[in-house]
């Protein structure tokens, strides 16, 4: 059975008219007719009634209209499958930071495995810079980096973290509303650094304070504050996706400040501009589905 035929038949019922089939498919009427008359003679029934100008649909047209609609969507799709398998490359390269590399990354690949199963994923871990050299330079397809803007790339924010002071199970601060940011100078502060201007608003509270934060430790590892403090050696103030599965099962709680409230590490993804666009929507809109489930955590 010939797909354009049913194509026309399909073209004619939407339409209405066998001129206007026509024009939407760039034929001629004849043309159109010719196929519908093929596909009478496959199919061996009239499917149209032709009475002057007006056409309406047989009965025998009526039964076979929502078989043509599923041939020819079925056949639309396939093209739309074929057509973006040849564009697909064998292997994507994906450059992230640390924190991308733990937290986002084991969530991201499997579904876009699932969604593309031909591709295969080589993962950078490296900082923001070496990322976006990479990018430029065609080493890597897409990256995910700190909030950039770069006149080569397409950059787009990925998710948003909040910052929260994360206190251990049993800490003082739990169900206390009275409590302050002046009062964490009171217990032991494990500070993770990365250097990002988010961090430096955190640095001008600090400054800010009567009473200065009690810092006994300094790392430039989220997985190392994050332990610590589960290890109740002091409290810290962490992005919330690093700690989500801790909140989870209770043993690190968020303290809430007005004074750090819309403060978050911001994540972007970066691609070459027009190109790999297929993944770099994908990733974005699975990205975009974390960020909402860190929101309802919180």
């Given at each position: 059975?010939?797909?354009?035929?049913?194509?026309?038949?399909?073209?004619?019922?939407?339409?209405?008219?066998?001129?206007?089939?026509?024009?939407?498919?760039?034929?001629?009427?004849?043309?159109?007719?010719?196929?519908?008359?093929?596909?009478?003679?496959?199919?061996?029934?009239?499917?149209?009634?032709?009475?002057?100008?007006?056409?309406?649909?047989?009965?025998?047209?009526?039964?076979?209209?929502?078989?043509?609609?599923?041939?020819?969507?079925?056949?639309?799709?396939?093209?739309?499958?074929?057509k973006q398998k040849r564009t697909?490359?064998?292997?994507?390269?994906?450059g992230c930071t640390v924190s991308?590399?733990?937290?986002?990354?084991?969530?991201?690949?499997?579904?876009?495995?699932?969604?593309?199963?031909?591709?295969?994923?080589?993962?950078?871990?490296?900082?923001?810079?070496?990322?976006?050299?990479?990018?430029?330079?065609?080493?890597?397809?897409?990256?995910?980096?700190?909030?950039?803007?770069?006149?080569?790339?397409?950059?787009?924010?990925?998710?948003?973290?909040?910052?929260?002071?994360?206190?251990?199970?049993?800490?003082?601060?739990?169900?206390?509303?009275?409590?302050?940011?002046?009062?964490?100078?009171?217990?032991?502060?494990?500070?993770?650094?990365?250097?990002?201007?988010?961090?430096?608003?955190?640095?001008?509270?600090?400054?800010?304070?009567?009473?200065?934060?009690?810092?006994?430790?300094?790392?430039?590892?989220?997985?190392?504050?994050?332990?610590?403090?589960?290890?109740?050696?002091?409290?810290?103030?962490?992005?919330?996706?690093?700690?989500?599965?801790?909140?989870?099962?209770?043993?690190?709680?968020?303290?809430?400040?007005?004074?750090?409230?819309?403060?978050?590490?911001?994540?972007?993804?970066?691609?070459?501009?027009?190109?790999?666009?297929?993944?770099?929507?994908?990733?974005?809109?699975?990205?975009?589905?974390i960020a909402q489930s860190i929101?309802?955590?919180?």
């Amino acid at each position: 059975m010939n797909i354009e035929n049913i194509e026309a038949f399909v073209y004619v019922i939407h339409y209405g008219s066998f001129n206007k089939a026509a024009e939407v498919l760039f034929l001629s009427q004849p043309s159109v007719t010719a196929r519908i008359q093929s596909l009478e003679r496959e199919l061996d029934c009239r499917l149209f009634e032709r009475i002057g100008k007006q056409i309406s649909l047989t009965d025998d047209g009526k039964k076979f209209l929502p078989y043509a609609g599923q041939l020819l969507q079925t056949f639309q799709k396939s093209k739309i499958q074929l057509k973006q398998k040849r564009t697909l490359p064998n292997e994507l390269r994906v450059g992230c930071t640390v924190s991308v590399s733990n937290y986002i990354i084991p969530t991201i690949i499997p579904k876009l495995k699932t969604k593309y199963p031909d591709v295969n994923y080589k993962l950078t871990t490296a900082s923001s810079e070496e990322i976006i050299n990479k990018v430029l330079n065609r080493e890597l397809d897409f990256g995910f980096v700190r909030n950039i803007s770069h006149p080569n790339l397409l950059s787009a924010k990925a998710y948003e973290d909040p910052i929260r002071l994360y206190v251990y199970e049993g800490h003082p601060f739990i169900g206390n509303e009275a409590i302050c940011m002046e009062d964490i100078g009171e217990y032991p502060l494990v500070f993770f650094e990365c250097g990002s201007l988010d961090w430096m608003r955190i640095h001008r509270l600090f400054a800010s304070m009567k009473q200065p934060p009690n810092i006994e430790f300094q790392t430039d590892t989220l997985e190392t504050a994050k332990k610590l403090v589960v290890g109740r050696v002091g409290i810290a103030f962490l992005p919330s996706l690093c700690v989500e599965q801790e909140v989870k099962e209770g043993k690190l709680f968020p303290i809430q400040f007005p004074e750090i409230a819309g403060i978050s590490l911001q994540t972007n993804m970066i691609v070459l501009n027009g190109e790999n666009t297929l993944f770099f929507n994908s990733a974005l809109e699975l990205c975009k589905g974390i960020a909402q489930s860190i929101r309802d955590t919180i």
